[in-house]
Structure formats: structure tokens, C-alpha cells
């Protein structure tokens, strides 16, 4: 680890982070489970807002690579909200000092993305005819997905006239 640190201390001295992220720099290879972060944060009086964010880099941030394009980066926005997404980032250059370039990428792309709202909700497909329960959120789950694809370009009548023209979004 000292290493690391060593040879990349350039980029920590650019760039500002946080005790936490350091924190979890350190304890990425130790801490496994949920379970262990929670013993941990107890026996060390962390807080719960600094226990949340050590859970999201820990075990969130394999969800994140810095290679994937930009639609998929924009949907773990949409996943994660900015504050985390970011912080996550941050975590990720950590680990990866040569990638400062598309770090910088990235992070202009979480500051300027509008994060959209899904337009169709439940209640819109029991509106024409859906029943409550797992067939109406696995194509709600489809239907959001066809969103992401378009860019979020779909609207909700867009959304709609397509499960009524497929009959289930299949």
C-alpha cells in the first residue's frame, strides 16, 4: 500500500480526498462483508453517514469502471445520484492514478447530466388494464431499459404506445 501511495503521490496532492475514501483505500482488501464494515464502523465510532459511504465504495464501486461508455455511466448515475457516483470515482482514481484523464471525463459528464426521472410509473400500466405485482415490474423493468437505450429520449407516450403495440414490452 505504501508503495502506492509512493508512486502515485502526485495525484493525491492534485486532487482533494476525503479521510473515508482514504479509509476504504486501505481496508478495500479486508473488509469483505456488509456484516464486517458494520463491526468495524462500531468498534471505531464511525458515523453513519461516513459508514454509508464506506458501504458505497467497499461494495458499490465494482459496479462502476472507469473503461465503460458514457450510456452506462449515465445510468449508474442515475443509479447511484451524483454525491455517490462521485465519491465512487474519486475511489476509483484512487486505485487507478493513470486514469486521471478519464477520471476528468467523468466527472464532467456527472456535473453536466440533468439526471432524468423514469416518465412511466405502475399506476400508469394499471391505467390500461396491468394488474399489481412481478409481471407489472418486470416490464416496467423492460420499459426502463428501452428508455436508457434511447438516451432518455423516449417519452411517456413514446413508453406507453410501445407496450400497448408489443403487449408486454417483449
Known sequence: ????????????????????????????????????????AKDFKISNREKALLNDLLFNSQEVELSSNDKTHKALLRKFGKEIYQNILLFKLLQHPDESARFEELNKLAEDFIIPEFPISGHDLIKIGYRPGIELRKILAKLETKWEASDYLLNRDDLLKNILANKGCK
Open 1 to 40: 500500500a505504501l508503495a502506492h501511495l509512493n508512486k502515485n503521490k502526485d495525484i493525491f496532492q492534485k486532487i482533494h480526498f476525503s479521510v473515508i475514501h482514504k479509509l476504504a483505500w486501505l481496508l478495500r482488501d479486508d473488509l469483505k462483508t456488509s456484516k464486517e464494515l458494520m463491526q468495524f
